[in-house]
């Protein structure tokens, strides 16, 4: 901890706004924390029991996206689809990004759907691996305008999905379970951490190794890019999350320190001014990136952290946390100072 960036503590950057307790959130894995997505301010998505369910802070109502409880198949004929579909899914980690839902199991298992069209487009077996846990999952835009998505596995594999042609079109393989990958905004690097204290980045097209990154002590369970595609994040069981320069990766720039935990999500604004950390229980960070991540806000709350997910507009944070005697999903909404007024006035 003798390492980490001094932190000036106290900021205000998001104020509470709002807790209901309507919508559950469910931790199904004590490791894996990305089950929550907001999609816009006024639409959040959030595991809850055996559902994928839809809130909206707009209207204070929820609604089923999915139902695992029983047997989800898919309704789109194609080659690629696993039409048996599965039963009783536990799912291990989730992402929605515009317009596309994709749920990962324990087994392997992947649940795509499409939010504007009915039912279930594609059901797929990543891996028979006894050990094929999805780990994480990130959707984005190729430069065709094709979309697509990053599922990594516990059986060392991460693998890039087509969802034109519902088709894998990428295996890479690593020595260590893959717990995490971010991919950079330009689309040509992926940030990739696991079960092993160094992570490494590589090429998103051959998967070949560019750069190891050594400094952490234990595994890792979380990453993200800054959108200015520059400076990315690692998230550790050590405590820590450290802060890189793609340009220069010998050692970090700055490293996070929690307070109790591991770290365990990551997210950057939109517009790369605030990054957040969780961790697993108790505490986010809100780091005001444009001072040198040496300003921060801190939540502290009591319960388990099931996931964190800024809004796209950047007006919004959500937080879907998780205790014995209650689960909640919290609102925080972005504080202004509108300095020029005062000087005006």
């Given at each position: 901890m003798q390492?980490?960036?001094p932190v000036e503590k106290g900021q205000l950057y998001y104020e509470f706004a709002h807790n209901t307790r309507s919508v559950r959130p469910t931790i199904f894995h004590f490791q894996l924390r990305n089950l929550v997505w907001a999609t816009t301010r006024h639409d959040v998505y959030l595991m809850s029991h055996m559902s994928v369910l839809h809130w909206s802070p707009l209207t204070s109502e929820k609604h089923e996206v999915i139902d695992l409880q029983g047997h989800v198949a898919p309704c789109v004929k194609h080659e690629g689809n696993f039409y048996e579909g599965f039963y009783r899914t536990h799912v291990s980690t989730l992402a929605v990004k515009n317009n596309l839902l994709v749920a990962g199991g324990f087994q392997g298992e992947l649940i795509c759907k499409f939010l504007d069209r009915e039912g279930i487009s594609y059901c797929s077996k990543s891996t028979h691996d006894d050990n094929g846990i999805t780990n994480c999952l990130e959707i984005f835009e190729k430069p065709s305008g094709s979309v697509h998505f990053l599922a990594s596995n516990n059986d060392c594999g991460l693998r890039d999905f087509d969802m034109e042609k519902f088709q894998m079109c990428n295996h890479f393989h690593f020595d260590w379970a893959v717990n995490h990958t971010s991919l950079s905004p330009d689309g040509k690097i992926i940030a990739v951490v696991g079960d092993n204290p160094d992570g490494v980045l590589v090429d998103a097209s051959s998967g070949k190794v560019i750069h190891e990154l050594s400094g952490h002590l234990d595994y890792?369970?979380?990453s993200a890019w800054n959108p200015d595609g520059r400076t990315f994040a690692t998230g550790n069981q050590d405590k820590t999350c450290r802060i890189w320069d793609a340009r220069n990766l010998s050692k970090s720039v700055a490293v996070l320190?929690?307070?109790m935990g591991a770290i365990r999500s990551i997210r950057y604004t939109s517009d790369g001014k605030f990054l957040a950390m969780a961790e697993a229980a108790d505490f986010i960070h809100i780091f005001d990136v444009g001072s040198g991540y040496d300003r921060k806000q801190e939540l502290d709350f009591?319960?388990?952290?099931?996931?964190?997910?800024?809004?796209p507009d950047t007006e919004a944070l959500f937080v879907s946390v998780h205790d014995r005697n209650y689960s909640s999903l919290l609102q925080y909404s972005r504080r202004r100072f509108y300095g020029y007024l005062d000087s005006a006035l």
């Open positions: 390492l980490c960036t890792s369970f979380a320190g929690g307070n009591f319960g388990e952290v099931a996931g964190i997910s800024f809004s």
